[in-house]
């Protein structure tokens, strides 16, 4: 009889909380499209509304300003793709468009396609060594060409090695600008204060799967006077920005899921510090040459539940291999990325090598994560590390 895994890559997706099954499954049976006139679509809309006011009131927005989508990857794409066909719509001189070099590729892909059809001049913002912004490269870009910048985005914290952005100067520098900034919190939402309005950004993204929601609902928190170009055409729903008919049932366990994460987000963070400490301690008396990438474990500049780490002379696919051996479940870097022979972008901008990014490893702790699942974990890299040492050795060799 096989052992349970130990699950390590809540960075990717979370196990869906009690809360949004209940919801969900209250609508599960039920029918009616939220766009219909009749009673079971009105009902289906009253869901959908209510839902909406809960999101808006966990993200500290107003619900008219939030956009519901299929998920982080597409609300991410509006965002970017959107606002900045919308401000060249506009006035055509705004083609620069300035993204941090450590984005997911939800958002660095989509810019680059911007300016792979000729539609944006796309500049990437440097980051320091634990992946922190370089602000000062920022206020350079934005006094560079006064006028010309479409659009700034930097993501709340980064989703390989957690590192959180400083986006309270970010917003500071851009509205001296006029340039909206647009930042992805999937990450961010359920371990840090989230708050729209506070912060004074334009465009923020946030997902269900991530906050022990359903997978395949998201939203887009869009200030209605930022102007977007959609992605869909059809019905005309939410705002004319993102035609489609709305999963009911998913909607309704995401906005179940987003407001017990947010009203349990200090204990839950309090327990991921702990249990990362402990990770990272354990780790360290197990392979003695691990380098933790990012700010100090304790730091409050990183998500408490995120462990990354490089282990000289491995490969990162090979410990993943031999850790989901040992029934470790964890990453090399973004779920979105997996599979791919290239090493991650993000420690290459942190100002990594090549073989240090391929040697690296992603342990994410969230909800469920247990002391017995850290120890577990520990137990199995020491021999996981030893192994794939010898396997380098005798390629080398």
Known sequence: MSRAAVYLDHAATT???????E???????????????????????????????????????????VVLTS?????????VKGAHRARVAADPQRRRLLVSAIEHHAVLDAAEHLAATGEADLELLPVDHDGRLDVGALRDALEREPGTVSLVSVMWANNEVGTVQPLEAVTALCAEHGVPVHSDAVQAVASLPVDFA??????????????????????????????LTPLLHG??????????????????????????????????????????????????R???????????????????????????GCQGDSLLML????????????????????????LLAMGRDEASAKSSLRLSLGRTSTEAD????????????????????RVAG
């Open 15 to 21: 196990p869906l909380s009690a809360v949004a099954l």
């Open 235 to 284: 019905g005309g729903q939410e705002r004319d920005v993102r035609s489609g008919t709305l999963d009911t049932p998913a909607v309704a366990g995401f906005a179940a899921a987003l407001a017990a994460a947010v009203a349990e987000r200090e204990a839950h963070a309090a327990h991921l510090r702990a249990l990362s400490a402990r990770l990272v301690a354990g780790v360290r």
């Open 374 to 393: 850290v120890d577990a974990a520990v137990a199995a890299l020491g021999p996981a590390v030893e192994r794939a040492l010898r396997a380098t050795r």
């Open 23 to 65: 919801a969900m499954t209250a609508q599960l049976t039920q029918v009616g499209n939220a766009s219909s006139l009749h009673a079971s679509g009105r009902r289906a809309r009253r869901v959908v509304e209510e839902s909406r006011e809960s999101i808006a009131a966990s993200l500290g927005c107003r619900p008219g300003e």
């Open 323 to 346: 850790l989901d051996a040992a029934a470790v479940e964890c990453s090399t870097g973004s779920a979105c990325s997996a599979g791919v022979p290239q090493p991650s972008h993000v």
């Open 198 to 227: 506070a912060l004074g950004l334009d465009a923020l993204v946030v997902t269900g799967h991530k906050v022990g929601g359903p997978l395949g609902v998201g939203a887009l928190v869009s200030r209605r006077d930022l102007p």
């Open 286 to 312: 197990a392979v003695p040459q691990a380098v933790l990438n990012g700010p100090a474990a304790d730091s409050a500049e990183r998500l408490p539940g995120v462990v990354h780490l490089s282990f000289p």
């Open 71 to 79: 998920g982080g990857t597409e609300a991410d794409n509006l965002a």
